[in-house]
């Protein structure tokens, strides 16, 4: 069973659909108790940093999610947003993150002539650092993903870093510690190429 996080900020709909689509089971999770009793847990997220860290404040899920990623060593997975929220802190707010990979987020900057805009908007491949669980089935030559984000995490240990993304430059779009992993992307969205991803997630 996949517990999603729910803290009224993410894209929940979408990923419980496709979750129904490659016939996982999946619920939503609200309370720190539903967070301690899950067996893997997925992170979402969409909109500001802050925002989203103040939520989870606020419902009393960060030490409950912190126990589980660092105690109870489930497998866990931060998608879009809830990615950068697995790092230290970001650019774009001041807040500090949940800390369970040490890594930041910092702005896309290009110069003013560039065609390339903010945010990064749209199908990219990822390109696989290491072996995972989490890519079994997944080829350069097909892991295309959706995205849509301003900000990229920077890990401080490359070893962190399981795969990157080519926008102005290579750019880290997954992140994996152990039993903790982020996507950039949004795997709900990406037709088969999320599909396999969350399988993947749901047999770790």
């Given at each position: 069973?996949?517990?999603?996080?729910?803290?009224?900020?993410?894209?929940?709909?979408?990923?419980?659909?496709m979750?129904?689509?490659?016939?996982?089971?999946?619920?939503?999770?609200?309370?720190?108790?539903?967070?301690?009793?899950?067996?893997?847990?997925?992170?979402?997220?969409?909109?500001?940093?802050?925002?989203?860290?103040?939520?989870?404040?606020?419902?009393?899920?960060?030490?409950?999610?912190?126990?589980?990623?660092?105690q109870?060593?489930?497998?866990?997975?931060?998608?879009c947003?809830?990615?950068?929220?697995?790092?230290?802190?970001?650019?774009?707010?001041?807040?500090?993150?949940?800390?369970?990979?040490?890594?930041?987020?910092?702005?896309?900057?290009?110069?003013?002539?560039?065609?390339?805009?903010?945010?990064?908007?749209?199908?990219?491949?990822?390109?696989?650092?290491?072996?995972?669980?989490?890519?079994?089935?997944?080829?350069?030559?097909?892991?295309?993903?959706?995205?849509?984000?301003?900000?990229?995490?920077?890990?401080?240990?490359?070893?962190?870093?399981?795969?990157?993304?080519?926008?102005?430059?290579?750019?880290?779009?997954?992140?994996?510690?152990?039993?903790v992993?982020?996507?950039?992307?949004?795997?709900?969205?990406?037709?088969?190429?999320?599909?396999?991803?969350?399988?993947?997630?749901?047999?770790?």
């Open positions: 069973m996949i517990s999603v996080v729910d803290y009224g900020v993410g894209n929940l709909g979408s990923i419980l659909n979750f129904r689509k490659i016939n996982v089971p999946a619920k939503l999770v609200t309370t720190p108790q539903d967070v301690l009793a899950a067996d893997k847990l997925l992170l979402p997220g969409v909109g500001a940093f802050d925002v989203a860290m103040q939520e989870l404040a606020r419902r009393e899920l960060i030490e409950p999610l912190k126990h589980q990623a660092l109870a060593r489930i497998p866990i997975l931060g998608i947003l809830g990615m950068q929220l697995l790092g230290h802190g970001s650019d774009e707010g001041k807040l500090p993150g949940l800390g369970l990979i040490d890594a930041r987020c910092h702005l896309f900057r290009f110069p003013a002539d560039s065609r390339l805009k903010v945010p990064h908007m749209g199908w990219n491949l990822i390109y696989p650092e290491r072996e995972s669980p989490i890519l079994a089935g997944l080829t350069e030559q097909q892991s295309r993903f959706y995205f849509v984000h301003s900000y990229r995490v920077v890990c401080a240990d490359p070893q962190d870093s399981l795969a990157k993304t080519d926008y102005g430059g290579k750019f880290t779009s997954m992140v994996q510690r152990g039993n992993i982020g996507a950039q992307f949004h795997p709900e969205k990406s037709h088969r190429f999320g599909m396999q991803l969350l399988r993947n997630f749901a047999g770790m």
